[in-house]
Nanobody, 125 residues
């Protein structure tokens, strides 16, 4: 099973930026992030297919969040810009041995094979 180690997160004001990182013990087919806000279900945020390099973002973060990668370290980074209070959540790194690039709608919590420990992101208004 892939082990995921994530870091980053913190408390910032609206409009600020943060960067999360997620290092995989070995390269999965798909890797990305989900988040769970207070009283909400866990939701997809962004992910990348290591197979083809295709990325997918949730509508709520499109244009503000960007994934980058370090191939040598099997690490993804999530640059989060222009944060707002609605982004407040625990962010979980996630991976799957399947390549979901042709069916991103299928990359749901139930499809995740490995989870990171989670990191808190809090955005104050």
């Amino acid at each position: 099973q892939v082990q995921l180690a994530e870091s980053g997160g913190g408390l910032v004001q609206a409009g600020a930026s943060l960067r999360l990182s997620c290092a995989a013990s070995r390269r999965p087919a798909t890797q990305g992030w989900f988040r769970q806000g207070p009283g909400k279900e866990r939701e997809f945020v962004a992910a990348m297919s290591w197979v083809g390099g295709i990325m997918k973002y949730a509508d709520a973060v499109e244009g503000r969040f960007t994934i980058s990668r370090d191939n040598a370290k099997n690490t993804l980074y999530l640059q989060m810009n222009n944060l707002n209070p609605d982004d407040t959540a625990v962010y979980y790194c996630a991976s799957s041995i399947l390549d979901w690039a042709r069916n991103w709608n299928g990359f749901k919590s139930s499809a995740v094979g490995s989870w990171g420990q989670g990191t808190q992101v809090t955005v104050s208004s």
